[in-house]
Every structure is written in C-alpha cells, then in structure tokens.
C-alpha cells in the first residue's frame, strides 16, 4: 500500500485529516504524535501517516526527517495557513508553494550542502493534483512563492522587507524547511497554505484567533487530494 505523509504545523491541521481515516492508529515517538489510517485513493487505500510538527523550521524539518525514515513515504504533504502577501489574494485563498524560499538565511551557505540549490519547489504531479482539487471546491488560488522564516512577520515595514527580500506570495514559518528536507532525500512534496491573515496583526492578536475554519480550508483540501491519488 503507497505511504502519503502529512504533516501540519498545529493541531488544528491535522485533526479534521485525522478524524477522516479508518483503521486509526498512533504512536508517539521523537516529541511526535503519529496518527496511521487508511483513505480511499483513485488508484487504491492508501496508507496515510499524519502528524503535528510544531511551529518553526526545525521542528519542521525534524518532523519531516522522522517520517520518512519510519515510513519512507511515496510522498509529503505540507499543510496548513499562512500571511497573505499578496493584494489579488484575499482570506481563505490558497497559494500553492511553486516556489519556496527561506527570509532569514544566507542560503550561499546553505546551498553548498545536498540538495544544492538556494530555493525549493513542491513537485509537479502533485501540483497538478492540487489544482484540479482546487478547482473542483471554487477555492481561488494560486501556484506561488512561499517565504518561509523563524519570526511572526507584521506590520507594513516587515512585510516589505520580505516582499523585497523573497517575491513572497504568502509568510509561514515551516513550508521551505518540509520541501528542503525532501527534496534532500528525493522525496516529492507539495505545500499548501490557506491564508488566515493579512500579515497585519501583531502575534499577541493573531494567536486570539479562531483558526479552524482556514485549518479546515487546508485540511479539506488535502483530502481531495488523496482521493485523486
């Protein structure tokens, strides 16, 4: 049976994916709470391994490493919500992580070291697949650039500097770190974000919110996905 990861940054993300397997498993191990279950494929049950990562690129990335050494997945789904960067995008829109970069990391360093490249890309089949799941639930949406960074990004003078630093779309604090890690060990990926703000609140305000409902965007749209897998 094909292994599919996913992974979320919060509990939120996740849970609505959770509660839509059968055959329910978990397991905690390395800080991580593992749920298994099976969902229906186009192509077949797919075994699913879902998990909350914690918020931050190292708790991304360690995540990310986790299950693909436990269950060496055919692939990775990011999912989750994200800043909105962009004035044509509006709340609940998603962007597509076509291209992510990191904000706050000199990546001629990085870069020098496997997978060698100063940006990452969700892959192509998977992108198509978001599409075509997208267009079936009239989410408007767009194939775009993520910016990911270690830092809550509001207030106009911030969210210019990364504008200007990444040609970002939209501001999370995880998508880079999953497709980093990935595409380290040749594993597709894609990354979605449905957008819960307008990068204009400061953390104090933003963590008041009710995110469900922009979770469940995410989570919704993950599930069309695999049933298209």
Request: glycine share 8%; no cysteine.
């Amino acid at each position: 049976m094909t292994t599919i990861a996913i992974i979320g940054a919060m509990d939120e993300e996740v849970a609505h994916i959770a509660q839509s397997l059968t055959s329910v498993t978990t397991s905690h191990h390395a800080g991580l709470d593992v749920t298994e279950g099976t969902y229906a494929g186009a192509e077949g049950p797919l075994h699913i391994a879902a998990t909350v990562s914690g918020m931050g690129t190292v708790n991304a990335a360690s995540a990310t490493q986790y299950l693909i050494d436990t269950y060496q997945p055919a692939a990775i789904i990011f999912s989750g919500i994200a800043g909105n960067l962009n004035p044509t995008l509006h709340i609940n829109d998603v962007v597509l992580g076509k291209t992510l970069r990191y904000l706050d990391s000199d990546m001629r360093l990085i870069a020098q070291s496997a997978p060698g490249t100063d940006e990452f890309h969700s892959d192509p089949h998977l992108l198509d697949v978001a599409d075509a799941a997208l267009d079936a639930m009239g989410i408007n949406h767009i194939r775009g650039v993520i910016a990911t960074g270690n830092y809550f990004v509001a207030g106009d003078e911030l969210v210019a500097k990364v504008k200007e630093q990444t040609g970002a779309d939209a501001v999370e604090m995880e998508g880079a770190a999953v497709a980093h890690i990935a595409a380290r060990n040749d594993v597709p990926a894609l990354v979605i974000r449905a957008l819960s703000d307008e990068a204009n609140v400061e953390y104090e305000e933003f963590r008041t919110f009710d995110i469900s409902e922009y979770a469940n965007v995410a989570a919704s749209l993950v599930l069309n996905i695999l049933g298209r897998l």
